[in-house]
């Protein structure tokens, strides 16, 4: 593909051609394994614009992070099998030499991995690190530059006493602060795209909350695109525009952010927002989980991958849940996709989850209702 490519401050290029900067399009990943293919994911697209942030849910194994280290180029080549189409500024991916790979990774495009202590070398300085990521894609830049730059790094994400801090270990921070210097390092050559995988996993709801706000505030200064990954729906409410919910490795549903949380049209997603309690809730509110396990991937279920844990099935004539995959649809308002065979999914959402999980909500907006004050 022909590209205009324009510098951008930090060092990222912005694709001037009209495409958004990320665009993922039937994307498949598999492992072969003794026991089996597992098939990872499946047939999955999506896009995101600079300054926007996509949000992408689900339980474990749905392959949140699969996709995401796909678009890294983090699979070893030799033990999986990668087809479909990944694009970064315009350019394809899939498929790159390691060394072209290698000017990407934590240039244009970064990661903050959910384990903050695993992903930071426990004998090397906190410094030398953040150093070494800089050092890489500024090699004319000297040690002391590479240091400077590391100091202004801590401080951006609020680290104290920078200056004094760069030269501890990651043992001697806490969990929060070493969250703080995986961002300072996905962030320290301002990259295009920045990919967040749980970045929140086991911090204090205080903490959470500065993560949370530190990363809008970021991404307002650099126009980055960030891929939010997390299972807490909490999070994607307050970050995303977009919201991509997968289940055993495939998109269910896609769309605008108020649309999915407001007028969800797949059961999977209907079991997330009913399994997570809300603040504020009536007494009367019942938390439903989701009934059975995740399949296995390396034998998928026949038809929708939902079908065996899914309450409405018998709303579908015949068999066509167990039998026939469906396609991404358009739901109910623009942009808005749902892979599900029901015919009438916001009325059953209406009609049937939100008095269960909501009912105060039911209540305000029943005029027949008096005496429930709205939400």
Not at 104 to 111: C, D, S, T, V
Not at 238 to 246: K, N, P, Q, R, S
Not at 259 to 279: A, C, D, F, K, R
Not at 342 to 369: G, H, K, R
């Amino acid at each position: 593909m022909s590209t205009l490519i324009e510098p951008r401050a930090g060092g990222a290029a912005v694709n001037d051609s009209g495409e958004p900067y990320l665009v993922v399009e039937n994307l498949t990943v598999k492992f072969p394994t003794e026991g089996g293919l597992v098939h990872a994911v499946s047939d999955l697209s999506y896009s995101l614009e600079l300054g926007k942030t996509l949000g992408i849910v689900g339980e474990s194994g749905s392959g949140k992070s699969v996709s995401s280290m796909a678009v890294l180029g983090l699979h070893d080549v030799k033990r999986s099998r990668i087809t479909g189409s990944i694009r970064v500024n315009g350019r394809e991916i899939i498929g790159l030499a390691e060394k072209q790979m290698n000017h990407l990774r934590g240039n244009e495009i970064a990661m903050i991995f959910q384990d903050a202590l695993a992903a930071l070398h426990p004998f090397y300085r906190v410094g030398s690190q953040l150093m070494e990521a800089y050092s890489l894609h500024h090699p004319s830049a000297s040690k002391r530059d590479a240091r400077k730059k590391a100091i202004e790094a801590l401080d951006r994400v609020g680290i104290p006493q920078p200056d004094a801090r760069i030269d501890d270990f990651p043992h001697q921070f806490s969990g929060g602060m070493r969250q703080r210097v995986m961002i300072a390092m996905g962030l320290i050559n301002s990259p295009a795209l920045l990919i967040a995988d749980e970045p929140t996993t086991a911090l204090d709801v205080t903490v959470q909350a500065q993560i949370l706000d530190l990363l809008q505030d970021l991404q307002r200064e650099y126009n980055s695109a960030i891929i939010m990954i997390t299972h807490d729906l909490g999070v994607i409410a307050e970050m995303a525009d977009d919201v991509l919910v997968m289940y055993a490795g495939r998109a269910v549903e896609y769309g605008a952010c108020r649309e999915i949380l407001s007028h969800p049209e797949m059961p999977y997603t209907w079991g997330l927002l009913s399994s997570v309690p809300e603040v504020g809730a009536s007494t009367d509110a019942r938390l439903i989980p989701i009934p059975g396990t995740p399949p296995s991937l390396l034998n998928p279920p026949s038809g929708c991958s939902f079908h065996p844990r899914c309450v409405h099935k018998d709303k579908v004539p015949g068999n066509l849940c167990s039998t026939e995959l469906p396609e991404l649809l358009p739901g109910r308002a623009a942009h808005h996709l749902k892979r599900c065979h029901l015919a009438n999914p916001d009325q059953i959402y209406e009609q049937e989850i939100l008095p269960e999980i909501a009912p105060d909500t039911v209540s305000a907006a029943d005029p027949t209702t008096e005496g429930e004050a709205p939400r």
